[in-house]
């Protein structure tokens, strides 16, 4: 079975601090993979996802992703945060082909901006 | 704009109860999930269905079980709460997984307790 695995449990920010969140995960195949944010007293929102092609791949409030599959890493970036990004983040994998329906999810990772 | 509802935001049951969780998705997707997501422990998945009727367990089933008698409606039963099922329960909806895969959609989450 697949996993993810999210380096830091809480990271903590200045803003306009750069931001990278690691995530890497363990699947032999080919795998669709998702980073979801929640912010305070919401529910879990698509930040952005990646299917195939090009392994940098550009989200909402100008988060990007890259994948390295040499390295099975999937880890997010913002050049700079905005209190408003506090928030926690989450990395997901899903198996690609027949069967396969599950999302894996890490732990996640919260993330606090100080103004 | 998809839409999965979960019909009780908060709930406080009783040790013992049965408890039923309800989720309704409105986007006439095949697989549906339910989740609980715990702090540090990220999201886990308790069941998910991939059709009308069909189920699967997933990492964490015990304790629970589903009941998919028609595609819009998921719902999740604890038989018998016990306070270590105290959680934030999430229920999701997705299309078939296709060749270039499919986002999961959240509903707004549940919070159990469990006296």
């Known amino acids: 079975a697949q996993s993810v695995s999210q380096h830091n449990h809480h990271v903590i920010l200045s803003e306009a601090a750069s931001l990278e969140l690691g995530c890497n995960y363990s699947y032999g195949g080919t795998v669709n993979l998702f980073w979801y944010v929640q912010y305070p007293g919401q529910h879990l929102q698509l930040l952005l996802k990646y299917f195939s092609g090009d392994p940098l791949v550009k989200g909402i409030k100008g988060f990007e992703a890259e994948f390295i599959k040499s390295k099975f890493s999937f880890n997010l970036r913002k050049p700079s945060v905005q209190w408003s990004d506090t928030a926690e983040y989450f990395c997901?994998?899903?198996?690609?082909?027949?069967?396969?329906?599950?999302?894996?999810f890490g732990k996640g990772t919260k993330l606090s901006v100080i103004p | 704009d998809v839409k999965v509802t979960q019909s009780s935001r908060y709930l406080v049951k009783r040790t013992g109860e049965k408890v039923f969780l309800e989720c309704v998705q409105d986007?006439?997707?095949?697989?549906m999930f339910w989740y609980r997501q715990d702090p540090g422990l990220g999201l886990r998945l308790i069941y998910f269905?991939?059709?009308?009727?069909?189920?699967e367990k997933g990492d964490i089933p015990e304790g629970y079980s589903v009941s998919r008698e028609k595609k819009e409606r998921f719902s999740l039963i604890l038989e018998s709460a016990s306070t270590n099922q105290t959680s934030m329960y999430l229920c999701?909806?997705?299309?078939?997984?296709?060749?270039?895969?499919?986002?999961?959609?959240f509903g707004e989450g549940s919070w159990l307790t469990v006296v």
């Open positions: 997901a994998v899903r198996p690609m082909g027949a069967g396969s329906y599950q999302l894996t």
């Open positions: 986007m006439d997707h095949e697989n």
């Open positions: 999701a909806g997705s299309p078939t997984l296709g060749a270039k895969g499919n986002t999961i959609y």
């Open positions: 269905s991939y059709d009308v009727k069909m189920k």
